[in-house]
């Protein structure tokens, strides 16, 4: 599986300040934007802004782009934006709940984009979808909260992660899933719930270290909580011994 660091995140950054009249992406939109692909007709859910359909028409790695937000003010605010950047017209502004009434089929949408919301919204968004099952159909995955939750979703429901990546903004760390459907149900390790296996088999990079750290203390607290209330800890302590086995793998690759 591929994955994509922070050095890549920093090469579309720096294409956003270096190209003219182009939006600067912050790290974690560069994230996302990067693993569009050549070409696509890209859907934009909960668009806001609009930045990266914007951004990707700009730089012609999309050649057409649908704008989707639940409410009326972000989309207008993407619909100015849109204007402004001179790319009206190469975009399809929809104010929408999800996918359901998008025209996807219509516009041959190959990516889709869904950045900005809890794991769980994310993945009722997409279980209310059949177009997403069209298996030359990518997702493109950043869950603000709950990236474990989807992760069980997309694998029981038989999404295989084609690659993926991690990053850092505003001192928040963020994951990024890149799938498509093979409708092959799978079973997840706990770890690789919380961290994704297209990470954790990947190189090992610094902002991989620090979520996995990260994690260790959270589930680390985690426990320390539950017994003081007199609760199981059995799950957390099987995670944790799994997450200390990823780090020692992880000491032992520097």
Excluded at 59 to 66: D, N, Q, R, V
């Amino acid at each position: 599986m591929r994955k994509i660091g922070q050095s890549q995140t920093a090469r579309f950054i720096f294409n956003c300040m270096t190209e003219k009249n182009i939006p600067i992406l912050d790290s974690r939109l560069s994230l996302a934007a990067s693993f569009v692909r050549d070409g696509a007709v890209v859907a934009d859910v909960g668009t806001d802004h609009a930045y990266i359909p914007i951004y990707l028409l700009k730089t012609g790695k999309a050649s057409a782009a649908i704008a989707a937000d639940i409410n009326e003010g972000p989309l207008e605010r993407a619909r100015i934006n849109c204007s402004r950047y001179g790319v009206f017209e190469g975009i399809t502004f929809c104010l929408a709940d999800g996918l359901s009434t998008l025209p996807l089929s219509e516009l041959c949408v190959s990516d889709i984009v869904i950045c900005g919301m809890g794991g769980e919204l994310i993945a009722s968004i997409i279980d209310a979808s059949d177009y997403v099952k069209n298996p030359a159909v990518r997702l493109i995955l950043q869950p603000m909260s709950q990236v474990s939750r989807l992760r069980e979703y997309l694998a029981g429901a038989g999404f295989s992660t084609v690659c993926g990546g991690m990053t850092k903004a505003q001192d928040k760390l963020y994951q990024c899933i890149v799938c498509r459907y093979d409708g092959t149900p799978r079973t997840l390790s706990p770890a690789a719930l919380e961290l994704g296996e297209e990470n954790i088999n990947a190189e090992r990079t610094p902002i991989f270290i620090e979520t996995l750290e990260a994690l260790i203390k959270k589930t680390e607290r985690a426990i320390d909580g539950r017994r003081l209330g007199g609760l199981d800890t059995a799950s957390l302590e099987g995670l944790l011994s799994e997450l200390y086995e990823i780090k020692g793998k992880s000491n032992d690759c520097n």
